[in-house]
C-alpha cells in the first residue's frame, strides 16, 4: 500500500518519470536507513551502550533472555531518563540493540523488566525492527513528495505537459498530495500496532509467562502519564513499549500502539492456557 502510494505522488510529480524517480530515491532511501538506522535510532533516544562491568545485572537478564529467544546477544544501552521506557533497534538480530531507561529500571520489578526486555527481544526475533525502519523511510519520503508536490503546485511546475495536465490535473494532483500522506501515516501506525500485539505474544512465550509483560505494561502506562519524555523526536514514538509521549486521547488510527487495557487482556487470556 505504501508503495502504491508512492507511485501515485512520484507520477503526479513528472509522470512516468516521476514515479521512476521517485522508485530510485526510495531505493537509497531505504539502503540508508537499512544501515544506519540502529545507530540513528540510538543517538536521537541519546542511549549509551554499556559495559557488562558497567551493568552487571542488566547484560546477566539480557543474555539469559536472549539465550531462550535463540538470538545472539545484542548491544545494552542506558537512556537517562525518568521517563520508564524501553525500545530494541537494529536491521537484523546480528546487528541488535535493547536500551532501556533508567526510569523503568526504577519502577519495575526484576520480573517485569524482564517481560519488557522478552518484548524487546521478540522484536528482533520477528524482524519488527527492520520493518519499522522500512514503514518509517517509505512513509516519510511519501510526506516529502507530497510537500513538493504542493511546492510545485504554487509555481504551476507539476509533471507532465501543461495540456495534460490543465487544472482538474493540477487540483487532483494536490487532492492526492493532501491525502496521500495522511494514508500513509495510518497504515505505518496500523503496521506498529499490529506489530505490538505480535511482540507482546512472542515476548510472553519467550519469557514463558505472560503476567510480568501485563503488570509491566500498566505500571508503564501510569508511569508515562506522569513523567512523559520532554524532549525527543515524536517520529520514533513507534521504536518504544509504550508511546514515551504520553498520546492519550489521539484517534486510535494515528497511535502508533495499542491501547494498553487491550495489550493487558491479551496477555491475561495467554494465561489461562498453555502457551
Not at 148 to 176: C, K, P, R, T, Y
Not at 232 to 238: D, E, F, K, L, Q
Request: glycine fraction near 10%.
Amino acid at each position: 500500500a505504501l508503495t502504491g502510494l508512492f507511485l501515485v505522488l512520484g507520477t503526479a510529480l513528472g509522470g512516468m518519470s516521476g514515479a521512476i524517480v521517485a522508485l530510485v530515491f526510495a531505493a537509497a532511501l531505504n539502503f540508508g536507513t537499512y544501515w544506519f538506522s540502529d545507530r540513528l535510532a540510538l543517538r536521537m533516544a541519546g542511549a549509551k551502550e554499556v559495559t557488562a562491568e558497567e551493568a552487571p545485572e542488566l547484560h546477566a537478564q539480557v543474555a539469559h533472555l536472549a539465550m531462550l529467544a535463540r538470538l545472539p546477544m545484542p548491544k545494552v544501552c542506558i537512556i537517562d531518563t525518568e521517563t520508564p521506557n524501553a525500545f530494541a533497534t537494529g536491521r537484523n538480530p546480528e546487528h541488535a540493540a535493547v536500551a532501556v531507561t533508567t526510569g523503568i529500571q526504577n519502577l519495575l520489578t526484576k520480573d517485569e523488566l524482564a517481560g519488557v526486555i522478552a518484548h524487546e527481544l521478540a522484536h528482533i526475533r520477528n524482524r519488527d525492527t527492520l520493518i519499522a525502519t522500512i514503514v518509517g523511510a517509505v512513509a516519510g519520503a511519501i510526506t516529502w513528495i507530497a510537500h513538493m508536490i504542493q511546492f510545485s503546485a504554487l509555481f504551476g511546475g507539476l509533471g507532465g505537459n501543461d495540456e495534460e495536465q490543465g487544472a482538474g490535473g493540477m487540483v487532483g494532483a494536490l487532492f492526492v498530495a493532501i491525502l496521500a500522506p495522511i494514508a500513509a501515516a495510518m497504515i505505518q501506525m496500523a503496521i506498529s500496532r499490529s506489530r505490538e500485539f505480535q511482540a507482546d505474544a512472542t515476548g510472553a512465550r519467550i519469557l514463558g509467562d505472560p503476567l510480568p509483560l501485563a503488570r509491566a505494561l500498566e505500571k508503564l502506562h501510569e508511569g508515562v502519564a506522569r513523567r512523559p519524555l520532554t524532549r525527543g523526536n515524536p517520529a520514533t514514538a513507534h521504536f518504544y513499549i509504550v508511546n514515551p509521549f504520553n498520546a492519550a486521547g489521539v484517534s486510535k488510527l494515528f497511535s502508533t500502539h495499542p491501547p494498553v487495557e487491550q495489550r493487558v487482556a491479551r496477555l491475561q487470556e495467554m494465561a489461562l492456557r498453555p502457551i
